[in-house]
């Protein structure tokens, strides 16, 4: 028994082999595991070999047991042998060992230990795009007319007309341009399946990563203005979904002049300004009447103590000492709304025998100045471009991204470098892995001291 798709895999892992195996078989993907398809009394060696030779690509099940399996390194090599296609499919977050990384450098990996549905979809829709190429190369390959049977010789030649000698070369000829024919329409035919591919699996994903993805993978698709409308969207969904200032600022940074809601990003960040203008205005007020009533409590409550306190000579003044007093209270009054030392001391200045002497000592002694430090609102937009080498295409981009987040520190001196995205530029096993990534630099103002008193 063989199928399409041979599954190479350590006997360790056979657990989640099997659960990868049916999830394939269940999108109607036929696959060959040794532990389940070789029958008992046949050679385990020659059935593997079989195995791989009539089938179309081979999965390895990737992790720290198959890193060190000697079998599954056989069943590597004898794939680039047979010419198979060759996907890792990692299990684990294990870096291949030197024995797979000639093997294996150029290969795309799927990730299996992340998003579960996302990865087995993106395997399923690999496959038959591997699957589809194959079968339209080997039906033009089975179309192609047969080259023409050499000329027979002299001597068995009929004898007829000079003229009648071109008929090989003319059906020579046209075999030739049917086969030209031929393997251009096949090969148009298979850049539009595999653009139409790249394309389903990026919808299926629907993120801002896929759809650059696919514009990274195929810049002249057919999908590629659609692409870059997907991708606006989604930006402009994740800032009406924050609905704050700092997120609107960031959309309209990463489209620039291209975004389709830069009229609607700009209202937004002008309403939730004027949103919070108002509620500090209402605080503001909110706080100065309440100041106002606890300043004419404190002034009822120090007046009624005073009348009980005072002697009856006292509580017999004329006319010109309850208006002393009653000066005396409005300019306590004014100093508790304006709370600040000097009003302090010139109530203790004018009214140094005053009932309310020891309160306004007390919060004169609160008085301190502090300093208020204000951050620009304004960001600007900064980008730099990484590039990192490895033992692999994961490490070589991972050193890249450090890279780059280092040269946009680099890029905003005295202030706060803040990541925004990256986007992969290409890699090679020679020149490593050089990635672009965006960012942004907000600066910081100066420092300012302002009086605080209670």
Same mark, same amino acid.
């Given at each position: 028994?063989? =199928?399409?798709? @041979?599954?190479?895999?350590?006997?360790?892992?056979?657990?989640? *082999?099997?659960?990868?195996?049916?999830?394939?078989?269940?999108?109607?993907?036929?696959?060959?595991?040794?532990?389940?398809?070789?029958? !008992?009394?046949?050679?385990?060696?020659?059935?593997?070999?079989?195995?791989?030779?009539?089938?179309?690509?081979?999965? &390895?099940? @990737?992790?720290?047991?198959?890193?060190?399996?000697?079998?599954?390194?056989?069943?590597?090599?004898?794939?680039?042998?047979?010419?198979?296609?060759?996907? $890792?499919?990692?299990?684990?977050?294990?870096?291949?060992?030197?024995?797979?990384?000639?093997?294996?450098?150029?290969?795309?990996?799927?990730?299996?230990?992340?998003?579960?549905?996302?990865?087995?979809?993106?395997?399923?829709?690999?496959?038959?795009?591997?699957?589809?190429?194959?079968? +339209?190369?080997?039906?033009?390959?089975?179309?192609?007319?047969?080259?023409?049977?050499?000329?027979?010789?002299?001597?068995?030649?009929?004898?007829?007309?000079?003229?009648?000698?071109?008929?090989? %070369?003319?059906?020579?000829?046209?075999?030739?341009?049917?086969?030209?024919?031929?393997?251009?329409?096949?090969?148009?035919?298979?850049?539009?399946?595999?653009?139409?591919?790249?394309?389903?699996?990026?919808?299926?994903?629907?993120?801002?990563?896929?759809?650059?993805?696919?514009?990274?993978?195929? $810049?002249?698709?057919?999908?590629?203005?659609?692409?870059?409308?997907?991708?606006?969207? %989604?930006?402009?969904?994740?800032?009406?979904?924050?609905? *704050?200032?700092?997120?609107?600022?960031?959309?309209?940074?990463?489209?620039?002049?291209?975004?389709?809601?830069?009229?609607?990003?700009?209202?937004?960040?002008?309403?939730?300004?004027?949103?919070?203008?108002?509620?500090?205005?209402?605080?503001?007020?909110?706080?100065?009447?309440?100041?106002?009533?606890?300043?004419?409590?404190? +002034?009822?409550?120090?007046?009624?103590?005073?009348?009980? *306190?005072?002697?009856?000579?006292?509580?017999?003044?004329?006319?010109?000492?309850?208006?002393?007093?009653?000066?005396?209270?409005?300019?306590?009054?004014?100093?508790?709304?304006?709370?600040?030392?000097?009003?302090?001391?010139? @109530?203790?200045?004018?009214?140094?025998?005053?009932?309310?002497? !020891?309160?306004?000592?007390?919060?004169?002694?609160?008085?301190?100045?502090?300093?208020?430090?204000?951050?620009?609102?304004?960001?600007?937009?900064?980008?730099? *471009?990484?590039?990192?080498?490895?033992?692999?295409? @994961?490490?070589?981009?991972?050193?890249?991204?450090?890279?780059?987040?280092?040269?946009?520190? =680099?890029?905003?001196?005295?202030?706060?470098?803040?990541?925004?995205?990256?986007?992969?530029?290409?890699?090679? !096993?020679?020149?490593?892995?050089? &990635?672009?990534?965006?960012?942004?630099?907000?600066?910081?103002?100066?420092?300012?001291?302002?009086?605080?008193?209670?």
């Amino acid at each position: 028994m063989t =199928a399409p798709i @041979f599954i190479s895999y350590s006997s360790k892992d056979r657990a989640i *082999t099997e659960t990868i195996c049916s999830a394939l078989e269940n999108r109607g993907i036929s696959c060959w595991m040794s532990s389940r398809d070789i029958g !008992p009394g046949e050679n385990f060696q020659e059935s593997i070999i079989r195995a791989i030779r009539t089938a179309s690509a081979m999965v &390895i099940v @990737f992790s720290g047991n198959s890193n060190n399996s000697d079998e599954v390194k056989k069943e590597v090599a004898l794939a680039g042998q047979h010419k198979l296609v060759v996907v $890792p499919v990692r299990v684990e977050d294990v870096v291949p060992a030197e024995a797979f990384q000639y093997e294996l450098a150029t290969r795309q990996w799927i990730d299996m230990f992340g998003n579960w549905e996302h990865a087995i979809e993106r395997l399923a829709t690999q496959i038959r795009t591997i699957l589809v190429g194959k079968a +339209a190369h080997e039906a033009a390959t089975d179309g192609a007319p047969e080259a023409a049977q050499p000329a027979a010789p002299a001597r068995m030649r009929a004898v007829g007309p000079q003229r009648s000698s071109a008929l090989p %070369l003319m059906v020579a000829a046209a075999a030739l341009i049917a086969a030209s024919v031929g393997g251009v329409y096949w090969w148009k035919k298979h850049q539009l399946a595999q653009d139409g591919d790249a394309w389903a699996a990026a919808e299926l994903q629907n993120s801002v990563a896929a759809y650059q993805g696919y514009l990274h993978d195929e $810049p002249k698709g057919g999908h590629a203005e659609e692409a870059d409308l997907r991708i606006d969207g %989604l930006e402009w969904d994740a800032a009406v979904k924050l609905n *704050t200032v700092a997120g609107y600022e960031t959309y309209k940074q990463i489209e620039g002049q291209h975004g389709r809601h830069l009229a609607e990003a700009d209202a937004g960040i002008d309403a939730l300004n004027a949103a919070a203008k108002a509620a500090a205005d209402a605080a503001a007020a909110k706080a100065q009447q309440a100041a106002k009533a606890q300043a004419a409590a404190n +002034a009822q409550q120090a007046s009624q103590a005073q009348q009980q *306190t005072a002697p009856p000579a006292q509580q017999q003044n004329t006319g010109s000492g309850q208006q002393a007093n009653a000066a005396e209270e409005a300019d306590f009054r004014h100093a508790l709304e304006l709370h600040s030392s000097a009003e302090y001391r010139n @109530f203790l200045a004018a009214h140094g025998s005053s009932l309310h002497v !020891p309160e306004i000592r007390q919060r004169l002694a609160s008085c301190q100045m502090v300093k208020a430090s204000a951050t620009v609102a304004q960001k600007t937009r900064i980008q730099a *471009t990484g590039r990192g080498t490895g033992g692999n295409r @994961f490490q070589a981009c991972q050193a890249a991204r450090k890279d780059g987040m280092s040269r946009l520190d =680099a890029q905003c001196p005295g202030g706060t470098a803040a990541w925004l995205r990256n986007q992969p530029l290409g890699f090679s !096993p020679s020149d490593g892995c050089s &990635i672009m990534v965006f960012g942004t630099c907000a600066a910081r103002g100066s420092q300012a001291e302002t009086e605080r008193c209670r």
